[in-house]
């Protein structure tokens, strides 16, 4: 099975800074015939389901702001938040859908404001 | 408009019995694959299972085969998450969630359903 971990577990950022939370995946999920990374990133607010951010690793999801995006490939991916908001304070959460299930998680970072 | 409607909160003892749903609108029930994820309190999101609803064809994580039961009723567009014996690990929100393309589970899900709360407590 295919593990997720990301990193930091947790992290502080100004108000207009710049926030990045790295995934890494026990293998690749790149899939060589359509040249795609089977990972997505989702966003929970407090009391909130998840909240799909991103997919196919970089595509940004309908209506997320444009601060938000995804990048990376193979094994190494990076959520990016350009200018972090207020409203951004979340548990971020990658997870691959490459192999058969299970399709696991990361275990989260938790976004706070500095 | 898709959307994942679930049951409401729940209060068992240890041993007993439970089923929550997932009612979904909005698009042919059939046709997409609906996965349960389960987040215990303070914690991380733990992928439990898939199931199809036009064939009922199921795939679960090594971690819940055979803790739990996943089904479908296509009749009224409803998945199901069940317990013939909960403890009080099995405490925890239980999400409902729909992958994006049909007839695929090799995607993202999207959208969530609300949640269903489980407190399992003696």
């Known amino acids: 099975d295919i593990v997720m971990t990301q990193s930091p577990d947790s992290l502080a950022v100004p108000l207009g800074e710049r926030a990045t939370i790295s995934c890494k995946s026990s293998?690749?999920?790149?899939?060589?015939?359509?040249?795609?990374?089977?990972l997505a990133w989702y966003q929970q607010k407090p009391g909130q389901p998840p909240n799909l951010l991103i997919y196919?690793?970089?595509t940004r999801e309908s209506g997320v702001p444009d601060r938000f995006s995804g990048s990376g490939s193979g094994t190494d991916f990076t959520l990016t938040i350009s200018s972090v908001q207020a409203e951004d304070v979340a548990v971020y959460y990658c997870?691959?859908?490459?192999?058969?299930?299970?399709?696991?998680f990361g275990q989260g970072t938790k976004l706070e404001i500095k | 408009e898709v959307q994942l409607v679930q049951s409401g909160a729940e209060v068992k003892k240890p041993g007993e019995s439970l089923k929550i749903s997932c009612e979904c609108s909005?698009?042919?029930?059939?046709?997409?694959?609906i996965a349960w994820v389960r987040q215990k309190p303070g914690q991380g999101l733990e992928w439990m299972g898939i199931?199809?609803?036009?064939?009922?064809?199921?795939r679960y994580s090594p971690s819940f085969e055979g803790q739990v039961t996943i089904s479908a009723d296509k009749s009224i567009n409803t998945a199901y998450l069940q317990w013939s014996s909960l403890k009080a690990s099995d405490t925890a929100m239980y999400y409902c969630?729909?992958?994006?393309?049909?007839?695929?589970?090799?995607?993202?899900?999207?959208?969530w359903g609300q949640g269903t709360l489980v407190t399992v407590s003696s």
């Open positions: 969630a729909r992958h994006s393309s049909a007839g695929s589970h090799y995607n993202w899900i999207d959208p």
């Open positions: 909005g698009y042919t029930f059939s046709n997409y694959w």
């Open positions: 199931i199809y609803p036009g064939d009922s064809d199921t």
């Open positions: 293998q690749s999920v790149l899939y060589r015939s359509n040249n795609r990374n089977y």
């Open positions: 196919w690793a970089s």
């Open positions: 997870q691959q859908y490459y192999t058969t299930p299970p399709y696991a």
